[in-house]
């Protein structure tokens, strides 16, 4: 997949492109039957398969108080997207002088004039431009004036659920985790860096790798059953997140207790598969009860971990269709 972050460095795809526009933050399901579209019907013409996304996110710039949390970072979005059998990922940065872009200089200026697009594939819901000024009806008024096809996908859903970042959002804050993999079509997951702690997990018997993150959206504080992945291997863990109040902590922590691993974590990458929520965190009136609460965790992770297979993005996603030569 090629990615473009400006639009001078763009080299118009000699086969024309089939576009899909949007911030596609989580790229769940229903993100990826739209992608999935705009793949079928690129092969068909021999054209790219290409995606437009914004960063930041639009809210973040024309109304910072109601910008959501993002789902993914900005590398695990490209990875996602990656991983979806696109050829061309255009990431245009969302700033004052692209908000002030009529919806019809974006269409006869990008999608027409960079791009040279023959289809476009959008959601339901979808509007662009200033004021979302290029809704459905704009959108098939311009398909006809400038010689492309257009898409319009009817909300995806399973059963009466519509597929939506807000309910993945709605879901992670609720402690849900287990909930999202029928959105996500995978398991919610974080990568992080080991750093040093305190040293009260080793202390009390149960050593723990301390976790930072930059993933902006996390569950709610608690504790959970994980797999974590480090270096080529996956392992059953227990992980806390919250302030630890046991203890009299102020700050949010991830703390990572691995089952079966001896060793030293400090400085490693690792990455947690978000399977079950075990409980609330809450402070024990002593350590020793703390440890029993923990011995228990520890039992009912391997109990649900035993029998859960985790879902992750490599697996889900597939690239069924082959890419036209030359396209990657």
């Given at each position: 997949m090629k990615i473009v972050r400006r639009l001078s460095r763009l080299i118009t795809p000699p086969g024309g492109t089939v576009v899909t526009i949007g911030n596609f933050d989580g790229v769940h399901l229903?993100?990826?039957?739209?992608?999935r579209r705009v793949v079928?019907?690129?092969?068909?013409?021999?054209s790219a398969a290409a995606v437009i996304t914004f960063e930041p996110h639009p809210l973040r710039l024309l109304s910072p108080d109601r910008a959501p949390p993002r789902i993914n970072t900005p590398?695990?979005?490209?990875?996602?997207?990656?991983?979806?059998?696109?050829?061309?990922?255009?990431?245009l940065p969302f700033n004052r002088r692209l908000a002030a872009l009529s919806a019809a200089d974006f269409v006869s200026a990008i999608l027409v004039g960079k791009l040279a697009v023959r289809h476009l594939v959008i959601g339901y819901d979808y509007a662009f431009g200033r004021n979302r000024e290029g809704d459905a009806t704009f959108l098939a008024a311009a398909a006809a004036r400038h010689g492309f096809t257009l898409d319009i996908l009817e909300p995806l859903r399973a059963g009466d659920e519509v597929y939506s970042s807000t309910r993945i959002r709605q879901a992670l804050l609720q402690g849900d985790v287990a909930g999202v993999v029928g959105v996500l079509g995978r398991h919610f997951t974080l990568d992080g860096l080991v750093i040093s702690g305190a040293g009260r997990g080793r202390q009390i018997g149960f050593p723990t790798a301390n976790l930072v993150t930059t993933k902006e959206l996390l569950p709610l504080p608690g504790v959970y059953?994980?797999?974590?992945?480090?270096?080529?291997?996956?392992?059953?863990?227990?992980v806390n997140l919250g302030r630890r109040p046991t203890f009299a902590g102020e700050e949010n922590t991830l703390e990572i207790h691995l089952l079966d691993f001896a060793g030293d974590l400090y400085g490693a990458r690792l990455r947690l598969y978000f399977v079950a929520r075990l409980r609330d965190e809450r402070r024990f009136p002593s350590v020793v009860d703390l440890q029993r609460a923990i011995g228990a965790d520890i039992d009912r992770a391997r109990a649900i971990l035993a029998k859960t297979r985790v879902l992750v993005y490599k697996e889900t996603f597939d690239c069924a269709l082959a890419a036209p030569p030359g396209s990657r």
């Open positions: 229903g993100h990826r039957e739209i992608f079928s019907v690129a092969r068909s013409l021999q590398a695990e979005k490209v990875r996602l997207i990656r991983a979806s059998c696109i050829d061309l990922l255009v990431i059953a994980v797999r974590v992945r480090y270096g080529r291997r996956m392992y059953d863990a227990v």
